[in-house]
């Protein structure tokens, strides 16, 4: 029941973000090329929400381009809340790789296999790149994600919004979770367990591989 209600606010959020640009759309028959291009027609569907436990807010994984990476946006559970994005998947346009959609008719076979195979890599880069892990708080303040393998800590009311990156390392942090005091988070990296403040005033390594 709770994951329909979060279902249906977002379909209410980006509902209001796409009636505008439908409603300057003109009638005309679909290619074959344009319904097999990214970004998709049939728009990008969110992905990763999570309702904060004092079900206000809704913080989900999307793209406005319609591709990926996704970034993280924060809409609010009332009728008319504002939605915000919170934190972009790319922090500088140099970052971004151009994704290659179509391929020459008159290349040779190979050439085709080998711009597809570059398609497919570049679009698990874009992936690999978005925004991933996001977890409330427990008492609904703070929100948890990470990026590129590195995980952040940031709270949605502040202005600006300032995401505080707490790890750093070459190995990737994988599943994150709040501890019931709201202040601490737990961790795995290289194999290991780690329970670090989200203040960053302390880190405690709990297991040794």
Known sequence: MKRRY???VLILILLAQAVPSLAQTKNAPLTVREIMSEPSIAGMRPEGEKLSPDGEQVAYLWSASGKDPRDLYLGSTRIGGDTRLL????????ESRPAKTETRDEARTSERKEERVMQRDAAQEARERSVAGVEWSPDSRRLLFSKRGDLYVLNPNETPVAPRRLTSTVAIEGGAQWLADSRRILYQSGGNLFVVNADQTSLVQLTRE
């Open 6 to 8: 979060i279902h249906f």
């Open 87 to 94: 934190v972009r998947a790319v922090d500088e346009e140099k």
